[in-house]
């Protein structure tokens, strides 16, 4: 082998890697938070709706996790400017992450919430709450204890994920190092770095992940 | 642009062919990566489990479409180009065989220690006690969750579309790019993934209830 590597050219695109870096960031914390919001709302339907709305969470489920996302993002970048709604790359690449981030996330809560004994429901309802208070007040509090380490993993792959945001080139990390690599004829530096900067990124939200469990619940989370 | 013709969607069903052959050879790629990665992390030798451990935390700690592009400019630096084919089998394999490799390790642990005593009272070295003795009572916990994976794997060779692999969602691009009919066309590509995907899914969910209820007794 008798390549020489070129670090410098990646060394000087470090600002527009770091700006990468920060938006790869904030992409995934929005996406995991709406996801989660939208998740709690689905799985709560899903398990306690009515007949219909159950099927079609269900549905709405099986649909996303069963298509690659990459379809979804081209369906929805694509597809809804067709139908009058314009969209900039860095919000489509939201819309679709959450679309899908959300149907994943809905099963985890709602395995969160089905590990909840009986007891707890019939306790509540003899203590005199409904429907939605015993939802809110008893079930949903100790069902997020339960679902935080998958939720923390699945945080890590909605991020590593958002990578492939960058085919419609929403200016995540991605997308940056094919920039650089398209500017500097190093596609191999550049994509190194940038791999690199993923896994440190993921070890150091699986660490923290972990710390937060054992400091918050007191428990030891078995490594991923 | 021109319009849409019922030869855009044999298209589109010819493409296919190329994501089933890409994920079955991913699949046999990874399944050796993994039954050898699977050993590793099992293995007596902390060494050995180290690495395994190592290989399964940058595989899964790091974006698939970033190992493709690795793989792909990786053999240009090399000085040995490869080609989209080659790139895409080895990098899913690669990729497959950490998932595999930490989906058999849970089915190899799962597998009673009074088992690997026995084999290793009757005299078995490691090999045979491994593949006569605990692969086979690993296989049974293994199957459900590997079917799982499949789905995976198959959905993520749509990844190959961007190191200009013409599969599935390629040949969708390519078809979007001359008719413009993005609802219609990834609409389709994402009906044909469904209905390759979905009977695995429920496969692997029936598979695991009836795991689960040999279990019970």
Redesign the interface.
Same mark, same amino acid.
């Given at each position: 082998? &008798?390549?020489v590597f070129h670090f410098a050219d990646i060394w000087d695109a470090r600002e527009e890697l770091l700006d990468g870096t920060l938006l790869t960031l904030r992409l995934s914390a929005l996406s995991m938070v709406l996801s989660l919001f939208f998740a709690v709302i689905g799985a709560f339907l899903r398990t306690s709706g009515p007949r219909p709305v159950r099927t079609a969470v269900a549905v709405y489920v099986? $649909?996303i996790?069963?298509? /690659?996302? *990459?379809?979804?993002i %081209? *369906?929805i970048y694509?597809?809804l400017p !067709? $139908?009058g709604l314009r969209l900039d790359a860095n919000t489509g690449a939201l819309i679709a992450l959450v679309l899908n981030g959300s149907a994943y996330t809905i099963e985890i809560v709602r395995a969160g919430i089905e590990s909840i004994s009986r007891g707890q429901t019939e306790a509540a309802r003899a203590l005199g709450l409904r429907g939605l208070q015993i939802f809110r007040l008893v079930v949903l509090p100790q069902a997020l204890r339960v679902v935080v380490p998958p939720l923390g993993s699945q945080f $890590?792959l909605l991020m590593? &994920?958002s990578?492939?945001c960058?085919?419609i080139s929403a200016d995540e990390l !991605?997308a940056m190092?094919q920039d650089v690599q398209a500017r500097t004829f190093r /596609? %191999?530096e550049a994509? $190194?770095t940038? !791999?690199v900067i993923? *896994?440190v990124l993921? *070890?150091l939200f699986?660490g923290a992940f972990a710390a937060i469990e054992r400091l918050a619940f007191g428990r030891k989370v078995p490594a991923? | 642009m021109r319009a849409l013709n019922i030869g855009d969607f044999e298209f589109l069903l010819l493409a296919l062919r190329w994501t089933i052959a890409l994920a079955a050879l991913a699949a046999v790629g990874g399944g050796l990566v993994g039954l050898v990665i699977a050993l590793l992390r099992t293995a007596p030798s902390r060494a050995a489990r180290w690495a395994a451990i190592g290989y399964i935390r940058l595989f899964q700690g790091t974006p698939l479409l970033l190992q493709l592009f690795l793989v792909f400019f990786g053999g240009d630096m090399l000085g040995v180009p490869l080609g989209a084919w080659t790139s895409a089998a080895l990098g899913f394999s690669l990729n497959a065989g950490a998932f595999l490799g930490e989906i058999w390790r849970g089915a190899i642990q799962a597998v009673p220690e009074g088992q690997v005593e026995a084999a290793r009272a009757l005299g078995l070295h490691y090999l045979p006690r491994m593949f006569r003795v605990v692969l086979p009572q690993a296989l049974r916990v293994a199957i459900p969750p590997t079917v799982g994976f499949l789905v995976n794997l198959i959905k993520s060779t749509s990844l190959a579309a961007i190191i200009g692999f013409v599969e599935l969602t390629r040949a969708g691009q390519m078809l979007n790019n001359a008719t413009f009919r993005p609802f219609i066309i990834f609409g389709t590509v994402a009906a044909i993934y469904f209905f390759l995907c979905w009977p695995l899914t429920i496969a692997s969910g029936r598979l695991e209830r009836r795991l689960g209820a040999a279990y019970v007794r």
């Open positions: 082998m &008798n390549y099986e $649909i996790r069963n298509t /690659p996302f *990459l379809v979804q %081209f *369906l694509f597809g !067709t $139908i $890590i590593l &994920n990578s492939v960058s085919v !991605t190092a /596609p %191999f994509f $190194i940038v !791999t993923y *896994l993921s *070890l699986s991923r | -």
